[in-house]
């Protein structure tokens, strides 16, 4: 790597020399020499690859960048704090996580129902998918079929009842 000449290097040179001046000042406002080292070598990172800007006053234009290094850290806390607050606050209310039992026992279940949904006459079993399963409306499968919303309606029930007394749940 190459040493910098001109006005980088002149910036740098001046940069290096408030070391103790700028870790000193990240270090009162977040009270935490380990970032506010970070903080330092991020400045001298932004200063080794940004445009020099700093013709006049070396110092102030420093010191601009490290306030605005500053305002980003606490942006990026802020909106870290906030995600793990609300990350926290959705595992309070998650689902509980699928395990090979839940897994087995909903295949299971809907084999039991595909099973049942077999053993009902065809056009029971037909409106009861188009009903329950595709969401189609009873006036909507009525005029498929050409038989009234009240046939549909029994139909349907008809599916239920026999679901429901097959897993136990007689009316």
Do not use: W
Request: hydrophobic share 40%; proline share 5%.
């Amino acid at each position: 790597m190459s040493v910098p000449e001109g006005p980088r290097a002149d910036l740098l040179a001046v940069l290096q020399g408030m070391r103790p001046a700028l870790t000193a000042y990240f270090v009162r406002r977040l009270r935490d020499p380990s970032q506010a080292e970070d903080l330092v070598q991020d400045l001298f990172v932004r200063m080794a690859t940004a445009p020099v800007m700093a013709e006049g006053n070396p110092e102030g234009y420093i010191f601009q960048a490290a306030a605005n290094l500053l305002r980003d850290h606490y942006r990026r806390e802020t909106t870290r704090h906030r995600y793990l607050e609300a990350k926290s606050q959705d595992d309070q209310h998650s689902v509980d996580p699928i395990d090979a039992e839940r897994l087995l026992a909903g295949r299971q279940s809907i084999g039991c129902v595909a099973q049942v949904l077999k053993r009902l006459p065809e056009r029971t079993r037909r409106i009861f998918i188009l009903y329950r399963l595709e969401g189609m409306q009873r006036k909507a499968i009525a005029e498929a079929f050409g038989i009234s919303v009240s046939a549909v309606e029994k139909h349907i029930a008809t599916a239920m009842r026999t679901l429901l007394a097959d897993m136990g749940g007689r009316q």
